[in-house]
């Protein structure tokens, strides 16, 4: 399913602020080498995490599924000098790739990368401490992401969830993925301690803040 035409896409990406030229070398490596490039959540989904950390003054972000970097690098620009990102990513290439821009941006050192499946990571975090949670790993696990984040959550924090649309499969979900993921919108939509928003920005992305 076409969810937004590609001519409204590239409006829109004409008339936001463009990343930077490190973000902009990341993309397009990413693009070149990388078996499923489609994974990069992207500009808009960026840029959109870099306003809400500006507006909510976030300081302490987790990140569940890093890939290749784009979006810990895109909200470490974003954040103060005393901001810290941690970010879990399964896979030992995408650590060592994401690690290397890392190595090459003035951001960086904001930046821990936790290597190993979330699920086991997301132990090791202390209760409410994170301003803002972004979740785009696997889809099968987001319920349990979403359960596990909103302890992890400050009250007043923000979580953002990729891909929430699914290409539309949440409409009339058939696989586990796409079944994962409705159950995970309403488990947040009957969540009464929690603000939500599904917004149909790129793949779906969903943000609640924490009551
Ligand atoms: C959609 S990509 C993340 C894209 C990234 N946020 C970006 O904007 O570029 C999902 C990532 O989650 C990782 N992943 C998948 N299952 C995981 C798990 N159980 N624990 C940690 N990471 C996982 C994948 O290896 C992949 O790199």
Same mark, same amino acid.
């Given at each position: 399913m076409n969810l937004i035409s590609k001519e409204i896409e590239q409006y829109c990406l004409n008339q936001s602020q463009p990343d930077?030229?490190?973000?902009?070398?990341l993309v397009n490596k990413t693009l070149k080498e990388e078996e499923i490039p489609q994974m990069l959540s992207g500009p808009l989904v960026g840029g959109l995490l870099q306003l809400l950390i500006k507006i909510t003054g976030a300081k302490n972000i987790l990140e569940i599924g890093m890939f290749t970097g784009y979006s810990t690098l895109?909200?470490?620009?974003?954040?103060?000098? *005393?901001?810290?990102?941690?970010?879990?990513?399964?896979?030992?290439?995408?650590?060592?790739?994401?690690?290397?821009w890392f190595n090459k941006s003035n951001d960086g050192y904001k930046i821990t990368i936790h290597h190993g499946r979330a699920i086991d990571q997301l132990?090791?975090?202390?209760?409410?401490?994170?301003?803002?949670?972004?979740?785009?790993? *696997?889809?099968?696990?987001?319920?349990?992401?979403?359960?596990r984040s909103t302890t992890l959550l400050k009250v007043g924090g923000i979580a953002v969830l990729d891909n929430m649309l699914w290409d539309g499969e949440v409409l009339n979900p058939k696989?586990?993925?796409?079944?994962?993921?409705?159950?995970?919108?309403?488990?947040?939509k009957n969540n009464h301690r929690l603000e939500s928003l599904l917004l149909p920005v790129r793949d779906g992305i969903l943000i609640y803040r924490k009551l």
């Open positions: 930077t030229g490190l973000l902009q070398a895109k909200m470490a620009e974003a954040l103060p000098e *005393d901001g810290e990102i941690h970010t879990c990513e399964l896979m030992e290439k995408h650590v060592k790739t994401a690690e290397s132990n090791s975090f202390k209760i409410g401490s994170f301003d803002l949670i972004f979740i785009d790993a *696997d889809k099968i696990n987001y319920p349990e992401y979403y359960r696989d586990g993925n796409a079944k994962a993921l409705r159950e995970t919108a309403e488990l947040i």
